[in-house]
T-cell receptor, first 116, second 114 residues
Framework: EAGVAQSPRYKIIEKRQSVAFWCNPISGHATLYWYQQILGQGPKLLIQFQNNGVVDDSQLPKDRFSAERLKGVDSTLKIQPAKLEDSAVYLC??????????????FGPGTRLTVT | AQSVTQPDIHITVSEGASLELRCNYSYGATPYLFWYVQSPGQGLQLLLKYFSGDTLVQGIKGFEAEFKRSQSSFNLRKPSVHWSDAAEYFCAVGEGWGADGLTFGKGTHLIIQP
């Protein structure tokens, strides 16, 4: 079974530029998450999708961050414009929707963003 | 709001020695608790989880953790560490209702001495 795929793995941009990250979850997983992991900290949830609907985006900085999952499969996370403090690893995770298994999240390798 | 505290930023252990990583949580009800490991350049891998029942849970790679409600703790243990255990370890908590996103601690960096 293929794992969660993310691209690109690394990205360097200047502040005020825009950037997009892509995630393809494990096949059949209805729920998809984006986390932000700043150096020296644990991951912080940005947004959760159930199929193509948003379940929780309370911690997403909506003035600059946006995310979509149009067909309920892969997802993109966009930052526009980027700030220095957005430098972090962006992790995508997925899981199946039913019962207690929904708490077992499978993580991708992440995209490391550096904003200069 | 729920929170997770991992009081040790770094821990150094000799290879073959025992290990205990501490985790304390703040949550009103019984939480769902997890330990994840993150090796350099790798994604997070689930080591073990606690939902209910037996308070001592076994995980992969020889790890175990014990849920202690009275201490709001979920400490990770391993009787004998290997050099390959060097990594970042994260404790996480889930609310058990509504949205399923996890709240993570800041992590403990484990260093293995030869």
């Amino acid at each position: 079974e293929a794992g969660v795929a993310q691209s690109p793995r690394y990205k360097i941009i200047e502040k005020r530029q825009s950037v997009a990250f892509w995630c393809n979850p494990i096949s059949g997983h209805a729920t998809l998450y984006w986390y932000q992991q700043i150096l020296g900290q644990g991951p912080k949830l940005l947004i959760q999708f159930q199929n193509n609907g948003v379940v929780d985006d309370s911690q997403l900085p909506k003035d600059r961050f946006s995310a979509e999952r149009l067909k309920g499969v892969d997802s993109t996370l966009k930052i526009q414009p980027a700030k220095l403090e957005d430098s972090a690893v962006y992790l995508c995770a997925s899981n199946s929707a039913g019962g207690l298994d929904r708490y077992e999240q499978y993580f991708g390798p992440g995209t490391r963003l550096t904003v200069t | 709001a729920q929170s997770v505290t991992q009081p040790d930023i770094h821990i150094t252990v000799s290879e073959g020695a025992s290990l205990e990583l501490r985790c304390n949580y703040s949550y009103g009800a019984t939480p769902y608790l997890f330990w994840y490991v993150q090796s350099p350049g790798q994604g997070l891998q689930l080591l073990l989880k606690y939902f209910s029942g037996d308070t001592l849970v076994q995980g992969i790679k020889g790890f175990e953790a014990e849920f202690k409600r009275s201490q709001s703790s979920f400490n990770l243990r391993k009787p004998s560490v290997h050099w390959s255990d060097a990594a970042e370890y994260f404790c996480a908590v889930g609310e058990g209702w509504g949205a399923d996103g996890l709240t993570f601690g800041k992590g403990t960096h484990l260093i293995i001495q030869p």
